[in-house]
Nanobody, 124 residues
Framework: EVQLQASGGGLVQTGGSLRLSCVAS????????VGWFRQAPGKEREGVSC?????????VYVDSVKGRFTISIDNAKNTAYLQLNMLNPEDTAIYYC????????????????WGQGTQVTVSS
């Protein structure tokens, strides 16, 4: 059974940091890569960052998080991470991890496996 379990969200002040984790079972991030998405209240879901699958391994960030967020995978733990630094209120959203999709310079598309979200709230 495919499962993705995201955690690590919370309430932080502007300029603070969080590390989101996503534990996978039933498949490996090494094979399928990982994508992180977020959805703010009243807004559409957007792709934030991704690492492509084994044969590619490209890393992509949406412009608004470049230089602040870092995506990584620990293959031994089959866990993906999204380090969030220099957070601001515009980063407030529910963050989701996903796998088995297209990670390209044009964005994140067609992800098949999804975890539940973890709430990130940044106070001003």
């Amino acid at each position: 059974e495919v499962q993705l379990q995201a955690s690590g969200g919370g309430l932080v002040q502007t300029g603070g940091s969080l590390r989101l984790s996503c534990v996978a079972s039933g498949f490996t991030f090494a094979d399928y890569g990982v994508g992180w998405f977020r959805q703010a209240p009243g807004k559409e879901r957007e792709g934030v960052s991704c690492i492509a699958s084994r044969s590619d391994r490209r890393t992509v960030y949406v412009d608004s998080v470049k230089g602040r967020f870092t995506i990584s995978i620990d293959n031994a733990k089959n866990t993906a991470y999204l380090q969030l630094n220099m957070l601001n209120p515009e980063d407030t959203a529910i963050y989701y991890c996903a796998a088995r999709g297209l990670c390209s310079k044009y964005g994140l598309m067609d992800y098949e496996y999804w975890g539940q979200g973890t709430q990130v709230t940044v106070s001003s």
